[in-house]
């Protein structure tokens, strides 16, 4: 019997030892020109920080679908960036999406990652969208 435990014991400790590897090496991809404004730069976040967040993403037709639902129509365009969990900068182009009568809005980004289709993501929404009243200090 306490042979068998030895064995078992011997068992578990060699089947629970690591072993030294080669570091898993990540292929190389070339990252999509970033404009000059969108290059990341630690001395404009000095005293901010980042809040974790999710986004939601799909397929054009799903995003279509739910800005449909909410009956929001295309009001601006623009570029922008979302920053991914690695550091860097993902940029691309967002449109802002507003039902003039509800006030709702989206402000939706369209990425193209390399070998996928286009995927488009909501990075905000909200409610009470309109004009910043002349008296307004910020």
Known sequence: MKLKILLFAILICIST???????????????PEIDKQFQYDPKIFKQMFRLPSLIDCGPPDKV????????E????Q??????????????????LFANAKT??????????????????CIIAAGSSFGPVPLDTKI
């Open 17 to 31: 030892g690591t072993f030294a590897t080669e570091p898993e090496t990540k292929p190389q991809t070339t990252e």
């Open 64 to 71: 279509m679908d739910m800005l449909a639902q909410y009956e």
């Open 73 to 76: 129509e295309p009001f601006a």
């Open 78 to 95: 623009g570029k922008t960036f979302v920053t991914r969990p690695d550091g860097m900068l993902q940029p691309g182009p967002f449109t």
């Open 103 to 120: 006030g709702s809005w989206s402000l939706v980004v369209q990425f193209t990652p390399e070998g996928l289709g286009p995927i488009w």
